[in-house]
């Protein structure tokens, strides 16, 4: 039901309980938070140092981009609540990224939606990583396994 | 039109956006690419051929293949790195 | 990390904070939040109307079911923070029942064991649910397609 | 030994638990079973045959074939339903 792009940290458990509160029909919440990770990991190994990000976006696009696939998640499953918090600007490891949380009756459609937003807000939502390290900036290049995750989803049957 | 460039495009070309007029004959998002590349060294590299960029026409995704048409604003930008 | 049993609700924000503060290792942190429903829902519609349920448990067999259970999915999945909150006794329809989080570098991983340890808690850990009705109380029944989750991750090459 | 019961089951007998001394022929958790039964109506209806309940002996899940042993303390109960 919402979507919003903020500097700004959220406050995860604030966030949630506006979601839950005087919905009871919610039996299952699933919830992800991305957060900074002070290591790079590609090819099941961990790289280089992250001291920080700055991820940079398309402002108002941005916000048209989560909407749509929000609105994509509602008519694929059955949702009672749906919240997508996803920051912009500098962020040292550690912080955290994007919030990304589905209630419905059911956990398995709660779950499902969940990866389903964050497979598909990688890979179609207009956010770009710069990445700072020891060695200097450097833009975070697209993941072949981003790409595949969110294609699962286009599979028939599979929602 | 407008043109607005992100992430490492724009950090390429020096700026984030900027109004230019195509000549008639630039009727493609292909076109335009291949014009942009004329105005500066920079705009050579940024949008060099092989460049792993999208671009958007009015905001919605374009090819290289899609009418420039009526679009006000073109962008381009590397694939998205969100979440 | 840690498995609870308890009675009094827990601050999901701060349980959050606490698994991830200080771990820049963890790049994804998945979470699900157990509700009690107003409604129970079993084939695909929504029957009576639920008011309150208890959850009877068996002290200290019930938390060395849960840390089975947690131990497990970090043999299966590299994680770096775990934690399983479960409430017992008397809640009302919209209260917390169930905090299950993981933090692992891979959102893949992290996502994968949530759902696993959700699925075998409800098979797997002794509670028993007595649901209070407008037609009086009545024990809640174990639900096919919930042994048949749990049974998922048995499956040779799911993990 | 000491014998558990829980939810439902502990309703029906009307105890969480009880202290007894099953004669020796009762040798698996199902002799048990059926020994028990024989100490009440509500013991033979709670665990009245056919009837979804699971076992465990000192903490561990039995089967009714499963030897009682040396084991200190048998627990009923129905279907977990957590979560």
Chains 1, 3 share one sequence.
């Not at chain 1, 458990?13 to 839950?20: K, Q, Y």
């Not at chain 1, 402002?59 to 749906?82: K, V």
């Not at chain 1, 398995?108 to 939606?113: Q, V």
């Not at chain 2, 291949?34 to 374009?62: I, K, N, Q, Y």
Request: charged share 30%; proline share 5%; net charge negative.
């Amino acid at each position: 039901m919402a979507v919003r792009v903020q500097a700004e940290d959220f406050d995860v458990g604030a966030e949630l309980a506006r979601l839950t509160d005087g919905n009871a029909r919610i039996g299952g919440l699933a919830v992800f938070v991305g957060l900074v990770r002070e290591r790079h990991v590609r090819d099941g190994y961990h790289q280089d140092r992250i001291e920080a990000l700055t991820l940079e976006h398309w402002p108002g696009r941005t916000e048209e981009a989560l909407a749509e696939i929000e609105a994509e998640a509602r008519r694929r499953w059955p949702l009672d609540a749906t919240l997508i918090v996803h920051r912009h600007g500098r962020l040292v490891a550690g912080e955290r990224i994007v919030l990304v949380a589905v209630g419905s009756p059911h956990r398995e459609a709660a779950f499902e939606a969940c990866g389903f937003l964050v497979d598909w807000l990688k890979t179609k939502a207009p956010f770009w990583k710069l990445e700072e390290t020891p060695e200097g900036e450097r833009w975070v290049e697209s993941h072949a396994g981003d790409e595949e995750a969110a294609a699962r989803w286009d599979k028939p049957g599979k929602a | 039109m407008k043109i607005r460039y992100f992430a490492w495009l724009k950090r390429r070309v020096g700026v984030a956006e900027e109004d230019v007029t195509p000549p008639p004959e630039v009727r493609s998002v292909g076109d335009l690419v291949v014009w942009l590349r004329t105005r500066s060294p920079a705009h050579a590299e940024a949008l060099a051929e092989g460049g792993a960029f999208g671009a958007a026409l009015d905001r919605r995704t374009a090819t290289f293949d899609t009418p420039l048409g009526e679009a006000r604003e073109a962008a381009f930008f590397p694939p998205f790195t969100g979440g």
